[in-house]
């Protein structure tokens, strides 16, 4: 079975860094995007950022470029998302997902375009 398991989340303050890991499995790892994605209580979900684990192309909302930074470990097929200066609007459900094996800068944001999801991590950002 396709699993994605994020870990990482939790209570921190304003300012700080945090890292959060997405390991998957259950399927060819650098054949597909993963992508983060955030929901805050009553909010859409929002693309955060995605990668390619096959060639390292990424992408990023303009509310995190500059501040957060997602990178991959092929060996322990595994997506991180590291959060730098953090802002209480940051705070939500961040999750995985598994993408196609292309995306663009039109799509890479769209959560239809994604076919598996892990179970969500908890980010709280205190201020």
């Known amino acids: 079975e396709v699993q994605l398991v994020e870990s990482g989340g939790g209570l921190v303050q304003a300012g700080g860094s945090l890292r959060l890991s997405c390991a998957a499995s259950g399927f060819t790892y650098d054949t597909y995007v993963i992508a983060w994605f955030r929901q805050a209580p009553g909010k859409a979900r929002e693309g955060v950022s995605c990668?390619?684990?096959?060639?390292?192309?990424?992408y990023y909302a303009d509310s995190v470029k500059g501040r957060f930074t997602i990178s991959r470990d092929n060996a322990k097929n595994t997506v991180y998302l590291e959060m730098n200066n953090r802002k209480p609007e940051d705070t939500a459900v961040y999750y995985c997902?598994?993408?196609?094996?292309?995306?663009?800068?039109?799509?890479?944001?769209?959560?239809?375009?994604?076919?598996?999801w892990g179970q969500g991590s908890q980010v709280t950002v205190s201020s």
């Open positions: 997902a598994k993408g196609p094996p292309f995306v663009t800068t039109a799509t890479w944001s769209i959560p239809r375009v994604y076919d598996y």
């Open positions: 990668i390619s684990t096959s060639d390292g192309s990424t």
